[in-house]
């Protein structure tokens, strides 16, 4: 557990994580003064708030994977000779990443999809159907 901690605080992951918590409150601030002036969807806030809840696991991962270069930390940035010869940086390092993109892709087209179809919140039956406020800004842009 200590040497967790340890590691966390080398990477800098606290500092990106009060990043993201503060930018991600912002944002939601935003969202939400736009909702109520500008006359939004009611899943607009929830939704934006599902965006950045998933955008978390991926700045952390981030955070975590910049901080295993540790150059300008006080640490070589080149591999030491016997690290070189043993294993390729293209083995399991690129891998590793390949499969956590492959994942992050598979997570996002879900979350798209369950947005589109409208299951990331309850549906307001008081709402008007999409296809009646297309038309509306239709006829407001051709004004």
């Given at each position: 557990m200590k040497n967790l901690l340890r590691e966390t605080h080398r990477r800098s992951v606290w500092q990106v994580l009060a990043v993201y918590v503060g930018v991600s409150w912002a944002v939601l601030q935003v969202v939400d003064v736009?909702?109520?002036n500008m006359g939004l969807p009611s899943w607009v806030f929830p939704f934006a708030l599902v965006l950045?809840?998933?955008?978390?696991?991926?700045?952390?991962?981030?955070?975590i994977i910049q901080g295993r270069g540790?150059?300008?930390q006080g640490e070589s940035?080149?591999?030491?000779?016997?690290a070189a010869s043993v294993t390729p940086p293209t083995d399991a390092g690129e891998a590793s990443l390949h499969a956590t993109r492959t994942r992050l892709k598979r997570m996002r087209d879900s979350v798209l999809t369950a947005?589109?179809?409208?299951?990331?919140?309850?549906q307001d039956p008081a709402d008007e159907p999409?296809?009646?406020?297309?038309?509306?800004?239709?006829?407001?842009k051709k004004d």
């Open positions: 736009l909702t109520q950045l809840l998933l955008g978390l696991p991926m700045m952390v991962a981030t955070a540790g150059a300008g940035a080149a591999p030491a000779p016997e947005a589109v179809t409208g299951q990331l919140v309850p999409a296809e009646m406020l297309l038309e509306r800004l239709r006829d407001v």
